[in-house]
């Protein structure tokens, strides 16, 4: 590492920002110290709420997202965000506009405000999310709101991976089946109709509903509800649904089993990184070089060649 | 499996439909003899020139992989189409509208369509669609065309695993925006601005064309086109666009290069998937499963969790 990255637990627990903030970039880039950190970290989680907040491109998410931390800041509960952004590797940095329109929060010192950026690959990036929320957790935020567009299942994994999710939609046309069709749906605990003074917002409603009919997640019907963020409307009884999902959840021992298949997807993915680190040696990489060659030529096949190299390694093992 | 599926090799390699069919679905479902089908197919592939198209929902992608379907057909070359849905797997199926403005390409015989969708989940799905290619390939597709919505990064994996990648945009205005921040942009050898009749087209080409001015993949500046493929408008200037990249390729060695990262790929997915196997064994995942009651009294950390199950999987090595 070009730069050396110096944590203090204890910085981190206290909730200092600039410890927090630290934190989360050793887990962005790998650094060495980001494990020890978060084993040690672990113990101090459980505490925070997590919200997920996700829809399509241009749905006001960021809005959404920063005014129930505003919301949650006038009850006096400490608010972290993560806002994982899909990146371009070819502009390098993650593109401005939608974190302008969330300075108001950010000059509030309640409120700790974190961008992801996916950097080319969202592999990964939905552990990584998990870790900044354990993070958040640990440094005594109470809520943590992870918002991330919806576009993908990578994504999705992101929202998926709070307590609450809720989704955003706009009223245009054919929205909602959109939605419907990227897997919004499916994750939504709350949906929020954002930007509902503009035309077909009704109608939008009312197709949301129509295909809620066919569904219900243990007991929870999901609720829809009709914002106006920019002008604050229709967000406090947003901010109501979600902590009237949260009763749900605890009133129903589900919250408990939401944690544990979080935790489950999140030991399964360290398993996953330890063994494709663990897999792929410089020796095995050679290997595989060399019998690219023999395959272009159609000397063997892919098949043939991943039985060998898992043979290798069983053989090293 | 329910059903018992029987691939005739031979058929498959002469083409028949029935054959083609049933060994795309073979795949899809992880069937026992997708594996031994695959490798022997394996040395018959190589001959297809694969085209990626990809772009937001709504771009019109089916329309303009219809029309370079007939295009390249009118040219009496035979080819095969890949059309990756995203799906819900709460409908628990693909759902329709897209699909349906293909049905013209679809009842001349010298094409090949399947859908494959995504069940909710796209892990693996981009494996998937790459294996299908390669059974058209196989079958004597001398074109195969790849079409996925561009909305997140398997998908994205699935349009870069082509020989030449399309991206279609709309002039609606933030679209080229949007589609830099997913990734698009990265992975378009050939720009294609769909519905130019719209107001807004003419900026829209300039603002891809300035972000464009950032960027050339080893030496090639990607094409800018604007068509109304609904009315057939602009798609013979788009499919030889794409044919001038395959000559590019060609003439640069570039196509070989290409060709092998995505083996490499393929490789590493086959490898992933079968260590993934090879590790969640029943045993492990009752271990597993007893560790996460500790967990969730903070009596352990998931990190510690992942490093038992390793040492656990390489004792049984």
């Known amino acids: 590492m070009a730069r050396r990255t110096v944590i203090d637990l204890e910085r981190v627990i206290a909730g200092d920002r600039i410890a927090m903030a630290r934190a989360i970039t050793a887990i962005e880039s790998d650094a060495p110290d980001s494990d020890s950190l978060l084993r040690a970290l672990f113990r101090r989680t459980g505490r925070a709420y997590r919200i997920g907040v996700t829809g399509p491109p241009g749905a006001g998410k960021s809005t959404i997202t920063g005014k129930l931390a505003a919301h949650y ?22 593109l401005l506009g939608d974190r302008v329109r969330m300075t ?43 918002e991330t567009v919806g576009v993908g299942q990578s994504e999705l994994d992101i929202a998926g991976a709070a307590d609450t999710t809720v989704v955003v939609l ?42 809620l009919n066919f569904r219900s997640i243990d007991g929870w019907v999901p609720q829809v509800l009709q914002t106006v963020a920019s002008e604050g409307k229709g967000v406090t009884e947003l901010a109501e649904a979600v902590m009237k999902h949260r009763r749900f959840l605890e009133g129903h ?20 990184d330890r063994m494709r680190e663990d897999f792929w040696t410089d020796e095995r990489r050679r290997l595989l070089a060399d019998r690219l060659e023999e395959l272009m030529r159609r000397e063997t096949n892919p098949y043939e060649i991943a039985e060998e190299l898992i043979a290798h390694f069983h053989g090293q093992g």
């Open 170 to 211: 706009v009223p245009e046309s054919g929205d909602s089946i959109q939605a419907m069709k990227a897997g919004l749906m499916e994750i939504a605990d709350v949906f929020v109709l954002n930007k509902s003074d503009r035309e077909g917002a009704d109608q939008a409603v009312t197709a949301i509903q129509l295909i």
């Open 73 to 94: 800041r006038r009850q006096e509960l400490n608010v972290g965000i993560i806002a994982v952004d899909p990146t371009s590797p070819f502009t390098g940095g993650a």
């Open 104 to 146: 108001d929060v950010e000059l509030d010192s309640g409120v700790f405000i974190r961008s992801m950026a996916s950097r080319g690959s969202l592999g990964g990036l939905s552990k990584k999310a998990t870790e900044a929320a354990d993070i958040l957790d640990a440094a005594g935020m109470q809520i943590v709101l992870l």
């Open 253 to 272: 021992g589900a919250l408990e089993e939401r944690r544990i298949a979080r935790m489950r997807r999140h030991i399964t993915e360290l398993v996953a």
